[in-house]
């Protein structure tokens, strides 16, 4: 249960890309406008805080930290995870502050994502590259669906492995993301769905947000609101993992520390630190 919280904490920096169920299928879009514009700011009255430095300490391992940086308007531009010499993950954008490109690091290999977008979602192409190499060993596709100003489905097609295609759809409770499902390979059956709850503060993440362009990395940058739970069940295999979050927080309603639990056992601790 550890192991897959963390994978999916590691998700909101890039730093692991969790490949969530393998499955494939085709996607609907509806129209949007969301990605004509920057990165939404939280919907919380309080003053928007940055966070800075993310450290997070599983029970009895080392810690570990990341590093959130920003560029001009407070865009995020980079995260780093300490001890690790691979580069962590970078974005670019365009003048409308939309996400153009985003870069990570997984198993040594160097994944570049190139966004590109039209009146009814974006089109994702990626390239991954071995360490030290120029030329890409393999690729893929990534179609993002929207509908009212968020994403509603993303669907990865890799046409030289296709036990890599994917295809998730999305839902949201006003700002917050709060149901997740992994469709099978006919597109229309479930094989597995998250299920996310949230308090009334702001999350930690909030200074940070933008449109779901990818279904790991900037997982923990879509919604305004702290998450108090995460339910994730497997059909294929009749299983769930319950993970809830409790929090303190500052005089602004922000995060300063938290701690998760497993099934009532503390599983990790984490302190968030702000510009």
């Given amino acids: 249960m550890k ?4 994978l999916l904490t590691l998700a909101a920096s890039g730093l692991f890309c969790l490949s969530c169920q393998q499955s494939g299928g085709a996607s609907s879009h509806g ?23 993310y450290t997070r300490t599983l029970a009895g391992d ?9 560029g001009a308007g ?60 120029t030329t890409a060993q393999s690729s893929a596709t990534w179609t993002i669906g929207m509908q009212n100003g968020k994403v509603t489905s993303i669907r990865k097609t890799n ?30 059956d479930t094989a597995g769905v998250t299920s996310l709850t949230y308090g009334r503060k702001s999350s930690p993440y909030a ?6 362009l990818h279904p790991t990395a900037l997982f923990f940058l879509q919604s305004a609101n702290d ?16 993970t809830t979050y409790e929090y303190k927080y500052d005089a602004q309603g922000y995060p300063v520390s938290g701690v998760e639990k497993d099934a009532g056992d503390v599983s990790a601790t984490s302190v968030y630190e702000y510009e």
């Fill in 62 to 70: 080392e810690p570990e930290v990341l590093t959130f940086s920003y």
């Fill in 159 to 188: 046409t030289e492995d296709p036990s890599e295609n994917s295809y998730h759809v999305y839902r949201y409770e006003g700002d917050n993301l709060t149901y997740i499902a992994s469709m099978a390979a006919n597109g229309k």
């Fill in 31 to 53: 129209d949007s406008t969301a990605l004509q514009t920057a990165a939404e700011a939280p919907v919380a009255s309080a003053p928007v805080k940055y966070l800075r430095k």
């Fill in 207 to 212: 200074g940070m947000r933008q449109p779901l």
């Fill in 74 to 133: 407070h865009r995020l531009m980079a995260v780093s995870k300490a001890g690790d010499e691979q580069g962590g993950q970078q974005f670019e954008y365009d003048g409308n502050g939309r996400l153009t490109k985003l870069t990570y690091w997984h198993d040594g290999r160097r994944h570049v994502i190139s966004y590109t977008y039209s009146g009814t979602g974006a089109t994702g192409d990626e390239q991954v590259f071995e360490e030290g190499e």
């Fill in 227 to 242: 998450m108090t739970s995460m339910a994730m069940r497997s059909k294929q295999v009749h299983a769930e993992i319950v």
């Fill in 3 to 6: 192991n897959m919280t963390f």
